[in-house]
């Protein structure tokens, strides 16, 4: 098993453009969700998923759009970059809501 | 507002010595407590997680104490190594609500 993986690892991007953060999961799991980590705020929680067709927002939405076409796969994407996105990315599995998370390795995003 | 708080960003500990990380929670509607350990440029590892009808749970060298009425719990790991040195967030949730994470503790384990 891979687990949770993110692609890329590393990503500049300049102010305005757009981009797609990959994440795929192979453990069947029904509950995707992605995080942002930021120093001093923890991890915040940006879109969750409960199933495939089904999203919705977490705790700091604004500027990111979700899909979840299949069980394995949950891209999250950069509409219009800024710097205020300059994080680093962390995609997470479970069975449900309320079993742990396995996280993935994370994305470090720089918005210039 | 922050429901879930760690209020030392660090903890340096002698090896062998009992590491405490404490978080508290503002939420009384939280019934499941988790705490995950994370290692620089590696994503979040679950580590131990306890259920509000419990106060304590254990692990091997892990054991997670909750106090309910003083919305707090804490983290114990005895005896302390150097492969725990890593920074440890404390998570809450109302099942099946959302998970809220805290801050994160730095744990530097000392020789």
């Known amino acids: 098993n891979a687990g949770v993986t993110q692609t890329p690892k590393f990503q500049v991007l300049k102010t305005g453009q757009s981009m797609t953060l990959q994440c795929a999961q192979d453990?069947?799991?029904?509950?995707m969700s992605w995080y942002r980590q930021d120093p001093g705020m923890g991890l915040r929680l940006i879109h969750y998923?409960?199933?495939?067709?089904?999203?919705d927002q977490g705790e700091v939405p604004n500027g990111y759009n979700v899909s979840r076409s299949t069980t394995e796969d949950f891209p999250l994407r950069l509409l219009s970059a800024a710097p205020s996105q300059t994080s680093v990315y962390f995609c997470a599995s479970s069975y449900s809501p309320w079993t742990e998370q396995y996280f993935g390795p994370g994305t470090r995003l720089t918005v210039t | 507002d922050q429901q879930v708080k760690q209020n030392s960003p660090s903890l340096s500990v002698q090896e062998g010595r009992i590491s405490i990380l404490n978080c508290d929670y503002t939420n009384s509607m939280f019934d499941y407590f988790l705490w995950y350990k994370k290692y620089p440029a590696e994503g979040p590892t679950f580590l131990i997680s306890?259920?509000?009808?419990?106060d304590k749970n254990e692990d091997g060298r892990f054991t997670v104490f909750l106090n309910k009425s003083a919305k707090h719990l804490s983290l114990h790991i005895v005896p302390s190594q150097p492969g725990d040195s890593a920074v440890y967030f404390c998570a809450a949730q109302s099942v099946p609500d959302k998970l809220i994470f805290g801050t994160g503790t730095r744990l530097q384990v000392f020789p």
């Open positions: 453990m069947n799991h029904e509950y």
């Open positions: 306890i259920s509000s009808i419990k």
């Open positions: 998923s409960v199933g495939a067709g089904i999203t």
